[in-house]
């Protein structure tokens, strides 16, 4: 259960108006000081009129005025003491009523329009980092998470709410990798569940909230994750026509900004990035920017500092690169069969085992190749192949895994893609 945001503000209003009284109250009784202080002033005055008076008598007569003299110093030192003691009371006089004004019905105004968008309540946390901690880091790679060609992430989402989210520029001269990038040629290959991806929690539109909001402990203010909001209010009557229809209520669209009463969470997140540079450098860690630390802690399991798809521009002849895969495809070639060995796959194994080779070729990556194999049938069985790293080697009695059956796989249903070990293969069948 959270803080209820009427209440907190409720709160907020009666310590106003108590504050209120008790600056009242003070300014009544400094006021009451100045006019004692005036009225002394007033006594000094007279008895320094007075005074020079005498002064006046006696220098006319011939008399010591010394005396006199250092009276009438004396009450005008008493005079500016007096009349300083005057200002500093209406000083603090004048910053008594000069205290920031409360708009009670603007308070209320976004409190409804806060219940309006179902944020009835507000989690308590210490300090605005705690807040960010808590928001989602895009997903995974694709999905909220903007990558380059290279497959280095170039931008990241945090998602603050439902529709609101905030764009973290990636330095991209920090040359990490997604670990589950795949280049076009390459994108059949699935991404592993257990390497390859941090688990999240599902994002789901619907069940999100418009506005978020979080109270600060330390501080006492509400922090919301955007603090410009919309909503309608009525504006009059249609006009009834002729056809006896009910004149209806007309609406319209209002809009203010509240960040004279709350944190604006989406406005603050975007001064620490001005503030970090204005762009994320995953090597350089944050000490005093949540921001730029939570999306570098999200993001530095997602990646690796090698590229898993290196360009390889070279081309090299079929035999070469059956030199090259040959422990893999002949494992491929020998391994048992199954029952979901189906389709092209099945006519690939079916010909290999009976001594046909295939023609290979480099397609633009180190461990990607082409293949062909004419059927008997006089079409072609053609494909791609990705060898990864080698991790030991393959076990002769591991099976091929073949993958299920998916529609972006495209229309053609030949289409079939399997693994055994680190070698993937994408396998179909065409006439030419």
């Keep these: 259960m959270g803080v209820n945001i009427a209440d907190h503000f409720e709160r907020q209003k009666q310590a106003f108006r108590d504050r209120a009284a008790k600056a009242q109250a003070d300014e009544a009784a400094l006021k009451e000081r100045i006019a004692g202080k005036q009225k002394d002033r007033a006594a000094l005055a007279a008895e320094k009129k007075s005074k020079k008076s005498l002064m006046t008598q006696a220098e ?76 989602a880091v895009g997903l995974r790679m694709g999905d909220g998470i903007k990558l380059d060609d290279a497959g280095s992430p170039i931008e990241c989402l945090v998602r603050l709410a439902a529709g609101v989210t905030v764009v973290v520029p990636v330095n991209g001269g920090n040359r990490r990798f997604s670990k589950g990038f795949r280049p076009a040629l390459l994108d059949w290959i699935p991404v592993s569940n257990g390497s390859n991806e941090v688990p999240c929690a599902a994002r789901n539109d619907k069940s999100e909230p418009a506005i978020r909001a979080w109270l600060d402990a330390s501080s006492g203010r509400l922090i919301v994750t955007r603090a410009r909001l919309q909503w309608r209010e009525r504006d009059g009557w249609e006009n009834s026509d002729n056809h006896g229809r009910q004149p209806a209520e007309k609406w319209k669209p209002v809009t203010d900004d509240f960040s ?15 503030a970090a540079g204005g762009a994320l450098n995953l090597d350089h860690p944050y000490a005093d920017n949540a921001l730029m630390e939570h999306v570098r802690l999200s993001l530095l399991p997602q990646t690796t500092p090698e590229p898993q798809f290196r360009p390889f521009d070279d081309q090299l002849e079929s035999s070469e690169i ?32 009976g001594g046909e080779r295939a023609k290979f070729w480099c397609e633009g990556f180190e461990g990607a190749y082409g293949f062909r194999l004419r059927t008997r049938d006089h079409d072609w069985i053609k494909g791609l192949i990705f060898v990864g790293p080698k991790e030991g080697d393959v076990s002769k009695k591991a099976l091929i895994q073949v993958q299920p ?22 396998v179909d069948r065409s006439a030419d």
């Design 60 to 135: 006319a007569e011939g008399l010591d005025i010394k005396k006199l003299d250092e009276k009438l110093a004396d009450l005008d030192r008493q005079i500016e003491a007096v009349t300083a003691e005057i200002n500093d009371l209406k000083r603090q006089v004048d910053e008594l009523s000069s205290g920031p004004a409360v708009d009670f019905n603007r308070i209320d105004n976004f409190v409804q329009v806060l219940k309006l968008n179902d944020c009835l309540e507000a989690a308590e946390v210490d300090g605005v980092a705690a807040c960010v901690g808590a928001l």
């Design 260 to 274: 004279d009463l709350a944190l604006c969470l989406e406005a603050h997140m975007g001064q620490l990035i001005q």
């Design 322 to 353: 059956y030199r090259l895969i040959k422990e893999d495809w002949d494992a491929f070639v020998k391994a048992p069969w199954s029952g979901s060995i189906c389709g092209s796959l099945a006519l690939l194994k079916h010909h290999l085992e």
């Design 405 to 426: 059956r998916r529609d972006s796989y495209g229309s053609d249903k030949n289409v079939w893609i399997a693994s055994l070990g680190r070698m993937w293969l994408q």
